[in-house]
């Protein structure tokens, strides 16, 4: 490592701060440049209610950090995660996500202690995010400009950055050029350096996929006196009934967000649920749904609201084996992004800023230092994004055959027959039996290569014999109970 390098690191997200904060663990000055203004002073509410947010597409819309982001926060941050508790934010551990009908089967295992959760609103997340960052003494967040260009300078076909333009909006948007030893993307899905890097001559890839899907969050607080209902009632809180996936995340202090997800081509419904009275009205006819936002439970503290435009996104800034930017890193969604449905961008985040460390850390050589990025990036985080990306298909194909009324997953061979049949098969174990649901639940978790556990002689064993029950029954485990599409559709029209 070369001591005291400067990096100008550009967005102060979660994957920003996450960067930032890895990077000044590992000796480096960080200088953050983030165009919003910083959160307001006071709690959580006046962070989620007044915070003019534009950069974070899904800043209000619900998050939670999975097992591998809790598990590096208390490996390396503790006093971060006390931060967070003293905010109300909750760990929900392994052992509480067991549903009552599989306690009897459940006893601790090693590894268990890694599949927990931690729930709050976004919005408290990056507020105290944000001000455990701030109390660093080798990073400076600076919110009054705007990074409008990049320079580059061009030396035996290999292109360096050597600046940002900034413009400074409290200085009569004054230009000005910030120079400094590397240069760090963590703007999300807005990022402009591909753009830019591309203008300057380099050849960056890109892989783009439709997830085909909205999806629509309204956030509710509990009444005064009213205890949150159990997760584990009868009927989920979370689920799919075929046409719409639907889930309850709880916040702080009483507050959860319910999301309503729904493919592209459900028009009739995509604008139903853009109305707060016809938001409820298609959630309480879910019973899992009921004994959270019922009147005398819960009311409304945001009106309904859409992100949409999701795709998966993987970018390499590696061409025939050649960076094609020295001195320039991208990470989290500037340069892997999933469906955000999935929840799994801020636990890539941190990921993604220790790769980054790491590597800056331990090699000084420009080239090398991009590749070791690249190769590392493509090791931990290119298998999260592939089996995200298999979901996103997989989903567009049930949604499908759902509006054309066709049987969900028909197979035109034996080899689909048999992969579906699997899925099948493991979704109906995964419910009836503690070390697939375990197995499951550590790669919704990113605690180990997704599917990894499906190498467990045992998990495979269990899963086939479920296979012989035949697919009609083990599907009936993917799907939760409520109207099915045209009774949904028909109650709308009599609204």
């Known amino acids: 490592m070369n001591p005291g390098q400067r990096v100008a690191l550009v967005g102060a997200g979660i994957s920003g701060l996450c960067s930032a904060l890895a990077l000044s663990r590992k000796g480096f000055s960080v200088d953050v440049f983030e165009r919003d203004i910083p959160p307001p002073d006071g709690g959580a509410d006046r962070a989620f209610f007044d915070w003019n947010r534009r950069g974070a597409a899904q800043f209000r819309h619900p998050h939670a950090f999975l097992g591998l ?11 971060l995660l006390d931060d967070f508790f003293a ?25 268990d202690e890694k599949l927990w959760v931690l729930m709050c609103r976004r919005a408290t997340m990056e507020t105290i995010f944000r001000r455990y960052v701030e109390k660093q003494d080798n990073i400076r967040i600076v919110n009054t400009t705007y990074v409008t260009g990049i320079q580059t300078e061009r030396h035996n076909d290999q292109i360096s950055i050597t600046g940002l333009e900034l413009t400074d909006r409290q200085a009569d948007n004054k230009k000005s050029i910030f120079q400094a030893d590397i240069y760090v ?3 999300g899905r807005a990022s402009k350096f591909s753009q830019w890097l591309t203008a300057a001559g380099a050849a960056i890839e890109e892989e783009r996929e439709d997830a085909e ?20 009632q009868e009927e989920p809180s979370a689920g799919d009934v075929g046409y719409m996936k639907y889930g309850v995340f709880p916040g702080d202090s009483g507050h959860f967000a319910l999301i309503i997800c729904l493919p592209n081509a459900e028009a009739q419904l995509r604008q139903a649920v853009k109305d707060g009275d016809r938001f409820d009205s298609i959630c309480m006819q879910i019973p899992g749904l009921v004994p959270w936002i ?3 439970k819960a009311e409304a503290t945001t009106p309904p609201f859409g992100i949409g435009e999701i795709h998966a996104v993987w970018r390499s800034f590696i061409k025939d084996e050649q960076p094609q930017a020295l001195n320039f890193f991208a990470v989290g969604d500037a340069s892997a992004r999933t469906n955000p449905l999935y929840g799994r961008g801020c636990s890539t985040g941190i990921l993604h800023a220790h790769i980054l460390a790491d590597t800056l850390h331990d090699y000084t050589d420009p080239v090398i230092r991009a590749l070791e990025f690249q190769q590392q990036t493509t090791k931990k985080i290119r298998p999260i994004y592939d089996a995200s990306l298999s979901e996103d298909k997989n989903g567009i194909r049930r949604a499908k055959a759902v509006m054309k009324g066709e049987q969900r997953d028909r197979a035109d061979s034996l080899k689909k027959w048999f992969g579906y049949a699997f899925g099948d098969a493991l979704a109906a174990a995964a419910r009836y039996e503690i070390n697939v ?9 990113l605690v180990e290569k997704p599917g990894f556990f499906l190498q467990d002689r045992k998990i495979r064993r269990t899963i086939f014999r479920y296979m012989l029950r035949g ?3 083990n ?16 109650s709308l029209v009599s609204d």
């Open 69 to 79: 982001m809790c598990s590096l926060l208390e490996e390396r941050y503790p006093d």
């Open 87 to 111: 905010a109300g934010a909750r760990k929900v551990t392994f052992d509480q996500m067991v549903p009552p009908h599989l306690q009897d089967q459940y006893h601790p295992e090693p590894g």
């Open 185 to 187: 993307d963590a703007t």
């Open 213 to 232: 899907i909205v999806y629509y969050t309204r956030h509710y607080q509990l009444k005064p006196g009213v205890d949150e209902p159990n997760r584990h």
């Open 294 to 296: 019922a009147k005398d």
């Open 437 to 445: 649901f375990r197995g499951v639940m550590r790669t919704v978790n």
């Open 471 to 473: 697919r009609k029954k």
């Open 475 to 490: 599907g009936q485990a993917r799907v939760q109970r409520g109207p099915n599409r045209n009774d949904m559709l028909d």
